[in-house]
């Protein structure tokens, strides 16, 4: 490019700045977010309903996408694109779920969810994958009852999973009674989204209470499923979902590419006996530190009896004080690495 003047150069070099910004956006999206049907009219009809399967990763991900389409209207004004639509975190939560093996049936009696098998599937026997319905048919179901979503309640129904099915609920109704308070959290979330009066700061704020307490009303429902897994594993999972907790007093604002950027600090692969954090040496120096940090929160929690996150909850009352520890957070996360946010 040496022959072009200069403001060609600055012309060109803009250029291909705002296309990789473009192209890196979708580069953002969990695994087989374009192959996942983005309305209902992609899934399959019986009597009236539509009926999705949550059991299969493309499906369970499609009501994600159904959902985050639904939404965007609402999210436009804080910036373009959807990128700051909070519900991002969900659905790339769920592809991290998928693309680290998390999904698959961890008795390994079955090939559901490995890639020399049924890849696809989602094992009803993985802990994350329970977990994970609760934060997908919740928030989709009640999405469908607060009228956004464009169908009415009684259009859409979830099929079960192959076993222990008294443990989910599969409609807006069955899921109502019972989890009456969970989907009126979600609704009430919905509903503040509809005002146009509602701040990001508001929205957050519902958001985290909805997801919070759904993984509270929900965090020792499905501990038979933590026995098929390694010790360092069920433990990581356990600290996780402890740390969800003060992560949702800190009211993260789990957008596109802040979700997409912070788990990368997340495990990459399911761990496994001997695995102990922070000298893992196919992790990276900041996924180490992570697993450490979650660990050792979890010990703190649990020795606790969770007064340190009542204390938090103390500490984190101003939104002075969340923005500082966001802050912080994001100038551990660019220490590690560079790249990120958004340069990458
Ligand atoms: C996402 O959230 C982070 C943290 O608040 C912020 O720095 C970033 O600008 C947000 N992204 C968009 C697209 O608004
Ligand atoms: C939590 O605390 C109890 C007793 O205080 C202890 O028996 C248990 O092992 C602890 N669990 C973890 C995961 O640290």
Sequence with gaps: MAFLPPWA????????????????????????????????????????????????YPERLGMYKILLSQTARYFEKFAPGNEQN??????????????TGRLADPSQRTDCGYESGNHLCISVDSWWADMNYF???LPFLAAVDSGIMGISPDQVMLLPPPKIQTRFCLT??????????????????????????SSFEDL???????????????????????EYYSQPEAYFGKSWSC?????????????????HDFQKSLPPRMLVNGDRA???????????AVLFGLNLLHEV??????????????????????????????VILENYNPTLFGND
């Design 172 to 197: 807006v109704a069955t899921c109502q009674s019972s989890f009456p308070v969970l989907m009126r959290k979600w609704n009430a979330f919905y509903q503040h989204l509809k005002l146009p009066s």
């Design 278 to 288: 922070p000298v893992i040496s196919d992790f990276t120096e900041l996924q180490n």
């Design 9 to 56: 150069c600055i012309l060109v070099g803009c250029f291909s700045v705002a296309l990789a910004e473009v192209s890196s956006l979708s580069d953002l999206y969990p695994p087989l977010w374009m192959d996942s049907p983005g309305q209902f009219s992609g899934y399959r009809v019986e009597n009236g309903k539509y009926i999705i399967d949550p059991w299969v």
């Design 86 to 99: 909070l519900l991002w975190g969900l659905p790339l939560q769920h592809g991290w779920q998928y693309s």
């Design 301 to 330: 929690d649990n020795s606790t009896g969770s007064l340190s996150l009542a204390i938090w909850k103390i500490l984190m009352r101003t939104q002075a004080a969340r923005k500082l520890v966001l802050e912080f957070l994001k």
């Design 135 to 137: 934060l997908s048919a």
């Design 204 to 226: 957050l704020k519902y958001l985290w209470d909805a997801h919070a307490s759904t993984l509270e009303d929900l965090h020792k429902t499905f501990d038979d499923r933590l």
């Design 243 to 259: 740390a969800v907790g003060y992560i949702a007093v800190v009211r993260l604002p789990t957008n596109l590419t802040l979700t």
